[in-house]
């Protein structure tokens, strides 16, 4: 494909003809609808797919195929958008800028539609789902810190766009006294030049956290539900009906949405499977598995589930509930704990939580937070602190117990929190943990902390997600094309980190990748494949694609596209022992690649 114009991304494997050929009957009785390809929406005539010409027609839609002769280099393998792909300078500056200041690929999140549709990954039953025309309106409460622009833009639009007028009030923003130049004046402008007047912004006095900003934005709300989202989400068909009907059944039942996945690094959307919120004793909130027997029925998968806690960043509550409630605890600083906070005291004082599985939000899952606190204090300490000293009455020596080191950390004043708890009557931490939490077993002794321990290694803490058996498709050696050189490990297959060169092609562990099907290398079957530094090397697979996610074309003379760095596989020189590096797509003197059946 020309690289300057969007075509049509095609899902078909290369060289398997019974799908060219069902592909091409598709074409030519014009039968095109979503997953196979997409209405060509490139200004230019014709594309090329698979050495064959194929023609748009006054629709925008493929005419026919003509056979042509192979292009020597394409930029991007087939069936890749180039939303990521770096073509110069300005894109590279515009995509390490914004890993720095975001963490995740602005490059792409400023092409993509603000209003772009995403999948609609709820259960079936969930589209015969019937919802009260009497519905509560909702307030949505939106705090931010120098998000990204056109990503907060997308937020709002994907809010706007999919909830009905009836069930919005308002849609309240908090810029928490973001330092990026000109993000509030523009965003401004924007909301008075283009947004309805229910899109309310505001600004904190000085920075205050997350905590304190999302209760300055409920003081404003005049809705009756409080709905608080993040602001990189994306909200999916009919999110927020399912979510008001389970507070108007009951006004002391807080709602969560199932929260999917947007990648970081491509802005892919994705479902994520049904599981609950727990925590461990360090105080870290982790996802983890339904209890055996919760999803026994198809209907189970529509139906509420309770879950011990929450992530924290999108619920939905009645408004007067959440103040009686006591709101959230002002006393926590910047990030975290506050989650486990809320949700403990949403149990233990009389109140449930539940995750509410046809509602679904998209949430852009960061590898780090691009911000710190202020101060430099670890706010995640202070805050789970005060969780401890408040809520966890003699359960806290476990606490202690797991973190030692935290026990002379200053956490400011509880009492007032202490006040409430007595005030609101609530339920004894015990309690929580036999009636709400019974499968949090206790760490007795050593032997247990180091399984705990192990299991979070095993278990990615923020994704949703579980680890899979990860599926081979493949075994390569990985040649320059025109060469006898191979992509080979300069250090030993177990050393993460180790840079790559080329070295002549040799039936060696080190030169043997392993691809799987979600398009990671895997070397020996061991390290992946990453391009998360300027210099592509060997790390520890962490399944979440982006940097470890490498797409080619077929199997000669491609180029290895990287969908995060949005750049391509090249090496400095042509020569034995020459570093591997990622160089732009566009110059693709040394980026084409032979990929060499290892049997
Ligand atoms: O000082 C700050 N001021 C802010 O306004 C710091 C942050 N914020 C804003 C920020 O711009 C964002 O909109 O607060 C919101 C949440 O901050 P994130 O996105 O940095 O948090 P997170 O997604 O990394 O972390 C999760 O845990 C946090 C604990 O304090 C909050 O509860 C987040 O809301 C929460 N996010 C989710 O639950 C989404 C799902 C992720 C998971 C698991
Ligand atoms: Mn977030």
């Not at 007028?165 to 283009?194: A, G, P, Q, T, W």
């Not at 539940?354 to 780090?368: D, L």
């Not at 990453?530 to 000669?556: F, L, N, V, Y």
Request: aromatic residues 10%; contains cysteine.
């Amino acid at each position: 494909w020309s690289t300057s114009q969007p075509f049509v991304a095609v899902n078909i494997p290369n060289k398997d003809h019974s799908a060219l050929l069902k592909h091409e009957t598709f074409l030519d009785t014009n039968k095109v609808d979503g997953d196979d390809i997409l209405p060509f929406e490139g200004k230019g005539k014709s594309a090329y797919y698979n050495k064959r010409k194929y023609f748009k027609n006054s629709d925008g839609l493929i005419k026919h195929l003509q056979p042509v002769a192979p292009k020597s280099s394409k930029t991007l393998p087939d069936g890749l958008n180039d939303l990521g792909l770096v073509r110069n300078l300005e894109d590279q500056n515009i995509r390490d800028e914004g890993y720095s200041k975001h963490a995740f690929n602005v490059l792409v999140s400023q092409k993509l539609s603000l209003h772009r549709t995403v999948p609609d990954t709820r259960h079936p039953l969930c589209k015969k789902e019937k919802y009260s025309e009497h519905l509560p309106s909702s307030s949505i409460v939106i705090c931010f810190y120098n998000e990204h622009y056109e990503t907060l833009l997308r937020t709002i639009h994907s809010i706007l766009d999919r909830t009905p007028e009836k069930l919005l009030h308002e849609i309240i923003l908090v810029d928490d006294s973001s330092n990026i130049s000109n993000l509030h004046d523009d965003l401004n402008m924007y909301i008075r030049n283009n947004l309805t007047s229910k899109v309310i912004l505001l600004k904190t006095h000085r920075r205050e956290g997350l905590i304190r900003a999302r209760m300055f934005g409920a003081k404003e709300a005049s809705g009756q539900v409080l709905v608080f989202l993040d602001s990189h989400v994306e909200v999916n068909v009919e999110w927020i009906e399912p979510l008001l009907a389970r507070i108007s059944a009951s006004r002391t039942n807080v709602a969560v949405p199932i929260i999917d996945i947007v990648n970081a690094d491509t802005f892919e959307y994705s479902a994520s499977p049904l599981v609950r919120g727990g925590f461990n004793w360090g105080l870290h909130f982790k996802w983890e598995n339904l209890p055996t027997g919760t999803l026994a029925t198809e209907e189970d998968f529509v139906k509420p589930i309770k879950s011990p806690t929450m992530a924290g960043g999108l619920f939905a509550i009645d408004k007067s509930y959440f103040e009686e409630l006591g709101e959230y605890d002002s006393g926590m600083n910047i990030w975290g704990g506050e989650n486990l906070e809320i949700s403990f005291r949403i149990w233990m004082c009389g109140g449930t939580l539940e995750i509410v599985p046809c509602s679904r939000v998209g949430h852009v899952f960061r590898r780090r937070r691009p911000y710190g606190s202020p101060s430099g204090e670890d706010t995640m300490t202070r805050n789970s602190l005060r969780v401890a000293h408040v809520w966890m009455d003699e359960f806290k020596d476990y606490f202690f117990k797991q973190r030692p080191h935290v026990k002379d950390v200053p956490y400011g004043d509880v009492s007032e929190r202490i006040n409430l708890r007595k005030r609101l009557a609530c339920h004894s931490f015990q309690w929580y943990l036999q009636n709400v939490y019974p499968e949090l077993s206790l760490p007795t002794d050593n032997a247990e902390r180091l399984r705990q321990k192990w299991k979070a290694v095993k278990q990615p803490k923020y994704e949703p997600w579980h680890s899979r058996t990860r599926n081979y498709i493949g075994a390569y050696q990985i040649r320059l094309h025109n060469t006898s050189l191979c992509i080979t490990s300069l250090k030993d297959v177990k050393t993460r980190g180790s840079l790559l060169m080329l070295a002549k092609c040799l039936r060696v562990k080190n030169q043997m990748w392993y691809e799987t099907d979600k398009s990671e290398l895997v070397l020996a079957q061991l390290l992946c494949l990453d391009a998360s530094e300027r210099m592509p090397k060997i790390s520890k697979c962490h399944e979440m694609g982006g940097d470890q996610e490498w797409r080619h074309r077929d199997k000669t003379q491609t180029p290895i596209y990287n969908m995060a760095a949005g750049k391509c596989l090249a090496v400095e020189k042509v020569e034995n022992g020459a570093l591997v590096t990622m160089e732009l797509c566009t110059q693709p003197e040394r980026n084409q690649w032979d990929f060499v059946i290892a049997t």
